[in-house]
Structures are given as C-alpha cells and as structure tokens.
C-alpha cells in the first residue's frame, strides 16, 4: 500500500527554518518523483518544488520560494526532505508531499494534477 506521511511542521517566527519530511512506504521514492505543495486557507494549492526519480535527476523550484528552500532526498530513509528557510508569514499553510511514477505524459510537475499519491499534510505557521 503506498503511503505517504509528512511531519515537521509547526510554529516559528518570520526569518525562522524548518525541515519537512515525506516518509514514503509501498514503493522506492528513488523511482518517482516526488513534489512539495502548500495550501493556504481560501487559496489554491501551490506546488513548490519537485525532485525527479533518480534516473532523472534534477530539482525544480517555484519562483516563489526560489533561494529559501532545499529539497533533498535520503534514498537509506526512503524520505524526502524540504528546508524552508527564512520563513515569512505568507508561507503560512498546510504543506502536502506527493508522488508520481510516470511523467512522460505530465506537462508541469508544479500542478498538483500530475501527482497519483499523496500524504494528508503538515501544518506550517509563521507568526510572532
């Protein structure tokens, strides 16, 4: 059964870091790529970043959180990992990690549409 669980989110304040995980199960998150999405209240959900399978390579980030953000993967842990850095308080949302196996026929891996499997978020809030 594919599963994906997030954790690490919480409260910081502007300027402030955390580190996200996307613990997988069911499959080898080496084989697909994996994405980041957050979800403010009110707003569509917004994809971030994306790590594609490692036959591929490659990392992908939106321009709106460009040079604040890292994502990574620890094939040992089957985890995928994103550090927010200098957080501000309109990252403040429910961020989602989601997969998918086959991307030949996905035209923009930042649409939340591509993905097959998802996890049920993390909360991040940035406030003072």
């Known amino acids: 059964q594919v599963q994906l669980v997030e954790s690490g989110g919480g409260l910081v304040q502007p300027g402030g870091s955390l580190r996200l995980s996307c613990a997988a199960s069911?499959?080898?998150?080496?084989?697909?790529?994996i994405g980041w999405f957050r979800q403010a209240p009110g707003k569509e959900r917004e994809g971030i970043s994306y790590i594609s399978k490692s036959s591929d390579g490659g990392t992908y980030y939106a321009d709106s959180v460009k040079g604040r953000i890292t994502i990574s993967r620890d094939n040992a842990e089957n985890t995928v990992y994103l550090q927010l850095n200098s957080l501000k308080p309109e990252d403040t949302a429910v961020y989602y990690c989601?997969?998918?196996?086959?991307?030949?026929?996905?035209?923009?891996?930042?649409?939340?549409?591509?993905?097959?499997?998802w996890g049920r978020g993390t909360q991040v809030t940035v406030s003072s």
């Open positions: 069911g499959f080898t998150t080496d084989d697909y790529t």
């Open positions: 989601a997969a998918i196996w086959d991307t030949t026929r996905a035209s923009n891996l930042l649409n939340f549409y591509e993905y097959d499997y």
